[in-house]
């Protein structure tokens, strides 16, 4: 083959490859959504019928709706280019707050349901205070209060599980999100349409209101927002606040889908809620993400484990996946980050 007949790349038009990039990056749901369709194509074709059945699909949904929530507030907090390492402490101190509270405190199911979410909205807002108040940084300060909120778990709920018949008994409500609706032969819990109504509104939010332009912009540069007038501390604390009120939301969801109250129930949210996030296309720098690409994310994590599971894998291997598919996922985000500038 002469050389003039080689292949070459030197006339690919830059003006289509920088389209390309600007649309990945205003759009970072389109490669978590493409990996996720990928790995559905995958899985039922591995598989077989079983994969796609209604009460498969709804099963993986119900094992999501814990870290899905929980990562709906990991979501605002890295938009601002933080990070929450105590949202699963906060999760399990609501949950207990509200057990206790019925059943020690014989107050009514309702007002300790309430008072447990505000246990949450009252962490997120001691994790605020640090950040924007004293000025530290936001994974020192988790770190530290995941320590705090763990001590008060123990302390509180000495140890013990609230058992399913005890919350039955006394405060009925705190297991209402765990009941479920019949569709053919799905099973639709109470606690995903509540996971779901809470995506939706936080996606209006942040996509049609001030408030949720201001998020992004304090994490794209918080000196810039500052100079053009947002108050970037009283967003950063608010964003902290209702992270913790959904965590407390999330407890609640919690007792719900386990049935009891366990202090040692979310083990493993915080990290699962970031897995999610980061997954989802969210860049952990600050300033980009959506809400929608985090549910798509949290679904990446339910189907791939769930399929990798049907498939006769050990657990083991889904683990070894959702690590590798975070380090793809942080990879490509730096690589965008660089190219884009």
Known sequence: MASDDLPTFATTDPRLSRRMINVLHGNPTIIPLFVLVLGLAV?????GER???PFNLSLVLQQVTIIGTVALAQTLIILTAGIDLSVGAIVVLSSVAMGRLAMDQDLPPGLALSLGIAVGSACGALNGFFVTLIRLPPFIVTLGTWSVFNALIQFWSGGETIRQQEIEAAAPILQWTGESLRMGAARLTIGSLLMLLLAGLLWYVLNRTAYGRHI??????????????????????????????????????????????????????????ITAVVIGGTSLFGGRGSIIGTLIGALIVGFFRNGLALAGLDVLWQEFTIGFLIIIAVSFDQWLRRIST
């Open 43 to 47: 899985f039922s074709s591995v598989v």
């Open 216 to 273: 992004y912009a304090v994490g794209n540069d918080a000196n810039a927002a500052r100079l053009s007038g947002i108050g970037t501390r009283r967003v950063l604390f608010t964003v902290y606040l209702i992270a913790g009120a959904i965590c407390g939301f999330a407890g609640w969801l919690l007792i719900g889908r386990i049935g009891a109250i366990s202090p040692l129930g979310g083990a493993m949210t915080n990290l699962d809620s």
């Open 51 to 53: 994969f796609f059945h």
